[in-house]
């Protein structure tokens, strides 16, 4: 099994900027990517960043430009560093661990952008 735990949202001010955290824990042989999905009321949870072992990544068209994904392999962990946040942003961003034929999910943090 593995274990993913995201950290770091909260409520910011549009086009303010907040860094989302996700490690991975437990048995993370074989993680092939880590990525970042949100999902607003009402709405299907949706891809916003992806990021592969190797370092290749790939962007919702809606938030290229001002997000970037990166990650450390020393310390299991991804983020996402989120900038000129705009309301439609708002949702609950959810970590993804990506193993053939598994994925790994964790609880999901809440990001709010409003005046």
């Known amino acids: 099994q593995v274990q993913v735990v995201e950290s770091g949202g909260g409520l910011v001010q549009p086009g303010g900027s907040l860094r989302l955290s996700c490690a991975a824990s437990?048995?993370?042989?074989?993680?092939?990517?880590m990525g970042w999905y949100r999902q607003a009321p009402g709405n299907e949870r949706e891809l916003v960043a992806r990021?592969?072992?190797?370092?290749?990544?790939k962007y919702a068209d809606s938030v290229k430009g001002r997000f970037t994904i990166s990650r450390d392999n020393a310390k299991n962990t991804v983020y996402l560093q989120m900038n000129s946040l705009k309301p439609e942003d708002t949702a609950v961003y959810y970590c993804?661990?990506?193993?053939?034929?598994?994925?790994?999910w964790g609880q999901g943090t809440q990001v709010t952008v409003s005046s």
């Open positions: 990021i592969t072992s190797g370092g290749i990544t």
């Open positions: 437990g048995n993370i042989f074989s993680i092939y990517a």
């Open positions: 993804v661990a990506l193993r053939t034929g598994s994925d790994y």
